[in-house]
């Protein structure tokens, strides 16, 4: 008899962005003549810059003849792209890393998910609250967690993220293993000081723990005071996976270009409490079960960091981010509290009200799609959060219906 991996069962039936889209589905087969406009899934809308998109071209005409032509390339994705990577990213930073530590990937996603694949079952693990779905249901896929009870998966270790901590969580009260951590942050727009991120490396380092850090929103940090990696922390190579991602910083979300760099002296433990190298494990992974990113698109990403490319990016993310303070302005004019928008491209604002009903309310008579916060986690009940992510003039007009709406 063939049977389920009955974890599977302790899920919520759908993942967040498919039930908003189910949502929006049913209220636009219900008023199809109504003008929707999404601020919900931090999808991106603007074209790809030229750069990539010229580089883009050449790779697919080199694919068209056969002395050009590529076949499967290294799992771990082609050096050009892992070197400019490890320059430019982090070496100019001060940040001691090399191409060898950079595995590229089709996406921050998938990598977040699968990453906690290559630890034991039996860890505790600490997420916060609110969060990125991904890092919670992988983890009760995995079997980590017991049911859901009252907003809670029993056995995960929640950090709060509240407007009482400035949406920083406290260093957990007992020793965890595994530490999800994300800046700036989704769903809150929040952001982390160096002395704040140090202090969870140093907890990682006094507990023997380990931090996944997910900066795929770091294209949108404007303050030079904040840490771009978790790397620029003295001791972060030792106990930290850092995930980045093209889809946000370039337009890549359609291209799927992301990449996570596991330092060389990043360590875990086995049961005897003897010390392993886990860049060789998330290699042994990554080469078994993925067969790399296409050629053009890692091209593609490598254009990102021409003197063009830098450019546009930093055009494309500055576009983006006039959107998040128009968002800002006005809900915050609307006499809401709101964090984020300043270095994220999401606004996490206070509804003080059931964040679904929240919701209802600017589709219905906004036509406005935003994402509840109980979606992301019990802390994020009461909340929504808007997105950046779309052309100004929708930006525009979605903030001009939300004021018109009779508070
Ligand atoms: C979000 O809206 O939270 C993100 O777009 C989700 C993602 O990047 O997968």
């Given at each position: 008899m063939i049977k389920i991996n009955e974890n599977y069962l302790k899920l919520k039936a759908s993942y967040l962005f498919a039930d908003i889209a189910k949502r929006v589905a049913a209220f636009q087969d219900a008023n199809p003549d109504k003008e929707i406009i999404r601020l919900g899934i931090g999808d991106v809308t603007r074209a790809l810059p030229k750069a990539c998109i010229g580089a883009f071209h050449k790779a697919v005409d080199e694919m068209a003849s056969d002395a050009t032509f590529r076949g499967y390339g290294p799992e771990q994705g082609y050096p050009f792209l892992r070197e400019i990577i490890a320059r430019e990213d982090y070496q100019t930073r001060g940040?001691?890393?090399?191409?060898?530590?950079i595995f590229i990937s089709d996406g921050a996603k998938c990598d977040t998910g699968n990453i906690q694949e290559i630890f034991s079952t039996d860890i505790t693990v600490a997420i916060p609250d609110p969060v990125y779905p991904v890092y919670l249901d992988t983890n009760v896929m995995a079997g980590r967690t017991g049911h859901f009870n009252e907003g809670r998966y029993e056995g995960i270790i929640y950090l709060e993220s509240t407007s009482e901590n400035g949406f920083i969580p406290e260093l957990p009260k007992k020793s965890v293993d595994l530490i999800y951590l994300c800046y700036p942050n989704n769903p809150t727009g929040a952001t982390i000081t160096k002395q704040q991120l140090a202090d969870w490396v140093r907890y990682a380092i006094k507990n023997k723990a380990l931090i996944l850090y997910d900066?795929?929103?770091?294209?949108?940090?404007?303050?030079?005071?904040?840490?771009?990696?978790?790397?620029?922390?003295?001791?972060?190579?030792e106990v930290a996976i850092e995930f980045r991602s093209f889809s946000k910083t370039a337009g890549f979300t359609g291209t799927r270009c992301a990449f996570t760099v596991v330092p060389k002296t990043c360590r875990a433990y086995d049961r005897h409490g003897e010390k392993h190298a886990v860049l060789p494990l998330w290699n042994r992974r990554h080469a078994t079960k993925f067969n790399g990113v296409s050629y053009p698109v890692q091209k593609a990403a490598e254009a990102v960091y021409s003197p063009d490319g830098k450019a546009q990016i930093k055009e494309l993310t500055d576009y983006y981010m006039k959107n998040a303070q128009l968002i800002l302005n006005n809900m915050t004019q609307l006499g809401y509290e709101c964090t984020g928008g300043n270095n994220s491209p999401y606004i996490w604002i206070n509804?003080?009200?059931?964040s679904w009903e929240f919701f209802d309310m600017l589709l219905n008579k906004a036509g406005v799609v935003c994402t509840p916060g109980a979606g992301f986690g019990k802390c994020g009940e009461g909340y929504i959060r808007i997105s950046a992510f779309n052309s100004f003039e929708n930006v525009q007009k979605a903030m001009e219906r939300i004021c018109r709406i009779a508070w």
């Open positions: 940040a001691d890393i090399s191409p060898e530590e900066a795929a929103y770091e294209a949108f940090i404007r303050e030079d005071s904040l840490p771009r990696t978790i790397y620029e922390i003295e001791g972060a190579r509804g003080k009200r059931d």
